[in-house]
């Protein structure tokens, strides 16, 4: 589609899922768009927070309240297995496994996926990634072995959440500026706000239906729930496909070259070059190790304190709840006092509830308050890794660069989870829970001083915006 204004102004031909825009030289018609200078081809002009914008950020909450609401309520399958599907035949650190490969899996291809989103366009590898999580719950719901689940609930899904994910939480960044950390924590909070409600959803259909028949009302709803969203999913810059056949039509703008063409990397890795994007990937591994523990062991901690089963699962999604409410609350305040002092607060604040609130909770109406604080201040932390990426590396390469952040944290997250497996297995004797609680809270607040070098090698004014 096109659309035409009067000579020496621009003329906007939009793709299919990004626009470029084009400036007429005055006296050429529109049928001479081949005879345009190469320099006469610019990015379309910015409106910030347009209603494209607003739409673009419902439908990155929509894929974001599906596909990582799913992930996130992993805790209500690993109890279901530990007490019924696997009962004396997996240990907690085996089935910790599941929830840690999906996680694993998306953040190490982040590179890759965000560079397929770049070059191929977010819609594309959205709809691909609906297909392959679609086909993982299908597979998982007749699997009867643990390494069956590992495959298909691990890795397969988290490659096809990873592809939807990066395209969701890269996009909000393309059509914002003042507002930036607010759209991208509206986006992010999809996967709390999923989880409030999937939680006890899942927790009824596993105990009324049993696995096989969730897994399949699972996949159902993926595949017709996600496919809207992801059509509404629109790049404001170029792809790189895109710029290809741009190039081929019109020659190289302005800036541009055969030879830098060629230097353009599919991933691109000279990131790591800037101390403070090496700072944020190191601070990402310590932060994930202890991040999704509370996630995953809430629920087998609280039944284990005498806890009936539905408040358990009702705790983890009151966590993913609240914690869709600290996102959005979070990247509010991270365009008033910096994406990363946000980063900083929020993560502090969340090694702390573990440390002075989780360890002292004994009954049911603490493990709540702990729930609800938890998610609270963990929340922001991956909106405002966002931000935090954008402002570091700005928005042309902000997928790949968002990815391999991600790659990062996939070392906490592929180790955190079944090391607090195997610290609840072997020290706690799968009833005490002190070691897990200390593991979780310790190395966040690793991750927590890490980011303090950050906000110090940014700025040595403790109180600048940064």
């Known amino acids: 589609m096109a659309s035409y204004e009067e000579k020496g102004k621009p003329m906007t031909i939009t793709h299919q899922d990004s626009e470029v825009t084009i400036t007429e030289i005055k006296g050429t018609s529109s049928t001479d768009i081949e005879q345009l200078a190469p320099n006469q081809i610019e990015e379309p002009d910015f409106v910030d927070g347009s209603v494209r914008g607003w739409v673009i950020v419902f439908a990155g909450f929509f894929a974001h309240m599906i596909s990582m609401g799913f992930g996130n309520v992993y805790g209500v399958y690993q109890n279901y297995y530990l007490n019924n599907t696997f009962q004396d035949r997996a240990s907690s650190f085996q089935l910790a496994w599941i929830g840690s490969l999906t996680m694993m899996t998306l953040d190490v291809t982040g590179p890759f996926t965000g560079a397929i989103c770049v070059h191929f366009g977010f819609r594309q590898s959205g709809f691909v990634g609906v297909l392959i999580m679609t086909m993982s719950l299908v597979a998982a719901a007749y699997a009867t072995e643990v390494w069956q689940l590992y495959l298909t609930q691990g890795i397969l899904y988290g490659l096809g959440a990873g592809l939807t994910y990066f395209a969701s939480l890269s996009l909000p960044s393309q059509w914002f500026r003042r507002n930036r950390g607010l759209a991208t924590g509206i986006t992010i909070s999809g996967g709390g706000i999923g989880g409030l409600w999937l939680s006890p959803l899942l927790s009824k259909l596993l105990e009324s ?258």
């Not at 595949?223 to 792809?239: H, M, S, Y």
């Not at 019109?250 to 000279?270: A, H, L, M, N, Q």
């Not at 090496?278 to 202890?290: E, H, K, R, W």
């Not at 002292?360 to 890794?385: E, H, N, R």
Request: a positive charge; one cysteine or more; aromatic letters at 12%.
């Open 209 to 466: 239906k049993g696995l096989r028949w969730t897994m399949l009302c699972c996949a159902i709803a993926h595949i017709v729930l996600l496919t809207p969203a992801v059509f509404l999913f629109k790049g404001r810059l170029e792809t790189g496909r895109q710029r290809a056949k741009r190039i081929a039509q019109f020659g190289y703008r302005k800036g541009e070259s055969k030879e830098g063409e060629k230097k353009r990397k599919f991933v691109d890795f000279t990131i790591l070059k800037d101390v403070r994007f090496c700072l944020l990937f190191v601070a990402g591994i310590f932060v994930v190790s202890g991040y999704f523990t509370p996630f995953y062991y809430i629920n087998s901690y609280a039944v284990q304190h005498g806890v009936d089963a539905s408040s358990a699962a009702l705790m983890v999604g009151l966590m993913n709840g609240s914690s869709a409410i600290g996102r959005i609350v979070m990247g509010f305040v991270s365009d008033r006092i910096g994406s990363i002092n946000a980063l900083l607060i929020s993560t502090f604040a969340a090694s702390l509830t573990i440390l002075l609130i989780w360890t002292f909770a004994k009954t049911a109406a603490v493990m709540f308050v702990f729930s609800i604080l938890y998610g609270l201040c963990c929340g922001a932390y991956l909106s405002s890794t966002v931000s935090v990426t954008a402002a570091i590396c700005g928005l042309e390469r902000l997928a790949v660069v968002t990815g391999i952040i991600y790659a990062g944290m996939a070392v906490g997250s592929v180790s955190g989870s079944p090391i607090s497996g195997a610290i609840l297995d072997s020290v706690g004797h799968k009833t005490d829970y002190t070691g897990v609680i200390f593991f979780s809270g310790g190395v966040m607040s690793v991750g927590t001083v890490i980011l303090f070098f950050l906000k110090f090698k940014t700025s040595r004014n403790m109180f600048a915006k940064v």
